[in-house]
């Protein structure tokens, strides 16, 4: 039971870092560009999307033992499913309407669309990072 204990920790530990970099990676990127004398701070609010991987991932991992575990099945389970059906409806509204080539500017209502679907991408990659998160603290209650 003990090295059930330990193993569920150490993956819980790993989705969720691995769900958290392509959040984190983009602040920190920021502020060492600020350190070494930028002028003003930018973050590429597009790097979670292009850090995908990771979130798919680390969320592999936190749903597989939410199931194993019996702990935040829902709120993992929703918001990863939610992160991947939000890209990919991001992407294919870029390709349909020609943002992603390029072919149209990217203004008015196609473009607001695209960024609301990237921005509840965010959002629902931030609800699996505090799922795993709460999966870790359930983890750890669970000894004592």
């Known amino acids: ?32 560009r600020l350190a070494r004398g930028a002028e003003n701070f930018m973050i590429d ?20 033992l939410s199931f194993w575990v019996r702990l935040q099945k ?12 939000l890209l990919v409806l991001s992407q294919v509204v870029a390709v349909i309407t020609g943002l992603a080539s390029g072919a149209t500017e990217p203004t008015g209502i196609e473009w607001a669309l695209v960024v609301a679907m990237l921005a509840g991408y965010i959002l629902a990659v931030m609800a699996l990072g505090v799922g ?5 603290r359930d983890l750890y209650r669970r000894k004592n």
């Open 1 to 32: 039971m003990k090295n059930k204990d330990l193993s569920a920790r150490l993956l819980a530990i790993t989705g969720t870092v691995l769900v958290w970099i392509p959040l984190l990676a983009p602040v920190v990127f920021s502020i060492f």
């Open 45 to 64: 609010y597009l790097m979670p999307a292009e850090l995908f991987l990771s979130v798919l991932l680390g969320g592999g991992i936190l749903l597989g």
């Open 74 to 85: 829902q709120i993992i389970g929703w918001s990863l499913a939610a992160a991947v059906i």
């Open 132 to 136: 795993g998160i709460f999966m870790i």
